[in-house]
C-alpha cells in the first residue's frame, strides 16, 4: 500500500472547559501533523447531548487559537473536504455503517428497559459474576438475537425504543500494537456488547469516533490513556466494518498527575493547588464558579507549549527550550513516555520566566506603563524599556513588573531591615558620604565610572566590598535583590541617586 498523507484530529467533547491536558493531546497532534507535513483536524465530538455544556466549544476554539496550536481543518478552522467536523452535523451518516453491522451479524437491537437491565446487573452482582452485558448475558436478555424474527421487526416497526450493540465473540483475543506501549492483548471476554446507536438515530461515541476517523481518512490516533480501555473495541469495529486495512495507528498519551504523583490532575483541582488547571479563564455556566486560566495569570502562550510538550515527552537530550518549530522537528511518538507525567508547577514558572526573558523590552515597556498608570505614574518611554531590560530576568510573570521596577519610579522611603542589622555600623555614613562626594564629581555617569567612584569610597574607608555592596543597593533601592547595581545607579541618573543616597543617610540610623 503506498504512503497515506499523515491526518490527525483532536476530537474533544464540549463537556465543559478544555483541560490542559486536552491541549497537550492537540499540541502532540499538532507536533506530529507539522513533523509529517499532514493534516490536522478539529472535529467536535457531541453526540452525548446529555453533556452538552454552552460555550464550551467556543472555549476550545479560542484556547487552540491562544496557545497557537491551530488545526488546519475543522470547526473553527475553516471547512476542508470532509466536513462537516461536528458530529450532530453528521447524525445522517452513521447509520448505513450501523445497518451494515446487523447485517453483517456483529451488531444487534437490544430492547430492555433501564429496569431490566438493573436487574440484570442485580442478579450477576448477587452471584459475584461482572455484571456486564456480554456473550452470556445477551442469552438471557430482550434483543433481536433472543426474540424470534417477526416480533423483532414488529417492535421495530411499532417505534419500540432501542439500542444497537456489537455483538462480540464470546472469547476472542484483541491484538493491537500502540505506538506509545507496544503490544496490547485484550479478550473480549473482558469486554462488553457496547452500545453504537440508539433509537433517536444518534450513534454512541465508538460508532461515531470510528465512522469518522475512516471517513475523514485519520491515519494516527493520538489521544489519551483514558482512551485505551476502548481501543481493542474500536480495532473489532474497523475489522467488522471491513476497514482494518487502513486502520489509523494508536498512540495513547500518558496521564498528567498533580504534582505529589498521586492521581490523575483532574478539572476539579481547579485553582486548588495553585496553578490553573485551564488555558483559558473559565466560568462555568452551570454554578457559575470562575476557574483561572493560564492566560489570565499572566503565562505566555509559548511557555505553555514548551512545558506541555515535556510534560510526558523529552527530546532525549538536555534542551529544554524549543520554539514550536523546533518541537515540531524533534517530535516522535516513541519518546513520549508510558508513565504518567508529573505537573510542576516550578517548572511552569521557569519556562515563563525564559520567554519573558525572549519578549521585547518595547512590548514590555508597554505592559510596565499600564501598571504605572494605577498608581499615577508616567514616564519616557525609553527609560521604560530601560528599566524592563535590567529587571526582566527577575520575573516569571508580566504583571510583576511593578513589584519588581517600582524603585525605579519612586525612591525609596524604607529600607530592608535584615540588611541594615547585619550591615550598618559606624563606617556606613562615612563611606556614603565620600560616595555621595565622589559621583558629584563623575562627569560621564555610567555603571564604570560608578564602580570606580564606589571603589574608591570603600579604599579611603578601609571597608571591603562585601560588608557594603548590600548596604548600598539598599540605600539606593530600599530591598535587598535587583538588577546588576551600577548599571542600576547608571539609570536612576546622577541626581537621584545622589539624593537617594543623602535620604539613606537621615533615614537610616
Ligand atoms: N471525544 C473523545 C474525548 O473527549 C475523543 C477520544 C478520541 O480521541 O478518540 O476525549
Not at 32 to 61: C, M, N, S, W
Not at 225 to 245: D, N
Not at 272 to 278: A, D, M, R, S
Not at 296 to 305: D, F, N, T
Request: with cysteine.
Amino acid at each position: 500500500m503506498t504512503e497515506r498523507k499523515v491526518r490527525v484530529r483532536f476530537a474533544p467533547s464540549p463537556t465543559g472547559a478544555l483541560h490542559i491536558g486536552g491541549v497537550r493531546t492537540a499540541l502532540y497532534n499538532y507536533l506530529f501533523a507539522k513533523k509529517h507535513g499532514g493534516d490536522f483536524i478539529l472535529r467536535i465530538e457531541d453526540t452525548d447531548q446529555g453533556r452538552f455544556v454552552p460555550g464550551a466549544e467556543e472555549y476550545i476554539i479560542e484556547s487552540l487559537k491562544w496557545v497557537g496550536i491551530e488545526p488546519n481543518e475543522g470547526i473553527g478552522f475553516g471547512d476542508g473536504p470532509f466536513a462537516p467536523y461536528r458530529q450532530s452535523d453528521r447524525k445522517p451518516m452513521y447509520k448505513n455503517y450501523v445497518d451494515q453491522l446487523i447485517n453483517d451479524g456483529y451488531a444487534y437491537y437490544a430492547f430492555d428497559t433501564a429496569e431490566e437491565l438493573d436487574a440484570m446487573r442485580d442478579r450477576l452482582k448477587a452471584s459475584n459474576v461482572d455484571s456486564k452485558y456480554d456473550a452470556i448475558t445477551r442469552t438471557t436478555m430482550i434483543n433481536s438475537l433472543t426474540l424470534p424474527e417477526d416480533e423483532t421487526k414488529r417492535r421495530l416497526e411499532n417505534g419500540d425504543a432501542y439500542v444497537v450493540r456489537i455483538k462480540l465473540p464470546r472469547k476472542e483475543e484483541v491484538k493491537f500494537h500502540d505506538e506509545i506501549r507496544g503490544w496490547v492483548t485484550v479478550n473480549t471476554s473482558t469486554m462488553d456488547d457496547k452500545v453504537l446507536f440508539k433509537s433517536d438515530g444518534m450513534p454512541t461515541y465508538h460508532m461515531a469516533n470510528i465512522v469518522d476517523d475512516y471517513s475523514m481518512q485519520i491515519t494516527h490516533v493520538i489521544r489519551g490513556e483514558e482512551w485505551l480501555p476502548s481501543a481493542p473495541l474500536h480495532v473489532l469495529l474497523y475489522r467488522y466494518l471491513g476497514w482494518e486495512a487502513v486502520m489509523p495507528k494508536f498512540a495513547h498519551l500518558p496521564l498528567l498527575l498533580k504534582p505529589d504523583g498521586n492521581g490523575k490532575l483532574s478539572k476539579r483541582d481547579g485553582d486548588k493547588l495553585g496553578f490553573p488547571v485551564f488555558p483559558l479563564e473559565w466560568k462555568d455556566p452551570n454554578s457559575g464558579e470562575i476557574s483561572s486560566g493560564y492566560k489570565q495569570s499572566g503565562y505566555l502562550p509559548e511557555a505553555v507549549v514548551n512545558l506541555l510538550a515535556f510534560l510526558g515527552w523529552n527530546p532525549g537530550t538536555h534542551q529544554e527550550l524549543f520554539t514550536k518549530e523546533e518541537l515540531a522537528e524533534a517530535f516522535t511518538l516513541d519518546r513520549v513516555s508510558k508513565h504518567g507525567a508529573k505537573f510542576d508547577q516550578n517548572k511552569a514558572k521557569w519556562y515563563n520566566q525564559q520567554y519573558i526573558r525572549k519578549v521585547d523590552n518595547s512590548v514590555l515597556a508597554l505592559e510596565l506603563e499600564k501598571q504605572l498608570a494605577n498608581y499615577n505614574i508616567k514616564a519616557e518611554k525609553q527609560y521604560l524599556e530601560q528599566v524592563c531590560a535590567l529587571v526582566k530576568e527577575k520575573i516569571s510573570f508580566i504583571k510583576e513588573l511593578w513589584d519588581y521596577s517600582n524603585y525605579f519610579f519612586v525612591e525609596p522611603t524604607v529600607y530592608d531591615e535584615t540588611v541594615i542589622k547585619k550591615r550598618w555600623n559606624e563606617k556606613s555614613p562615612l563611606v556614603i558620604n565620600d560616595l555621595i562626594e565622589l559621583l558629584r564629581n563623575v562627569s560621564n555617569f555610567d555603571h564604570a565610572n560608578i564602580e570606580a567612584a564606589y571603589n574608591q569610597a570603600l579604599e579611603r574607608n578601609e571597608v571591603a566590598n562585601k560588608d557594603f555592596l548590600q548596604m548600598f543597593r539598599v540605600c539606593l533601592s530600599g530591598v535587598a535583590g535587583g538588577p546588576p547595581i551600577f548599571e542600576m545607579a547608571a539609570l536612576f541618573g546622577k541626581e537621584s541617586t545622589i539624593t537617594r543616597l543623602e535620604n539613606a543617610l537621615s533615614r537610616i540610623k
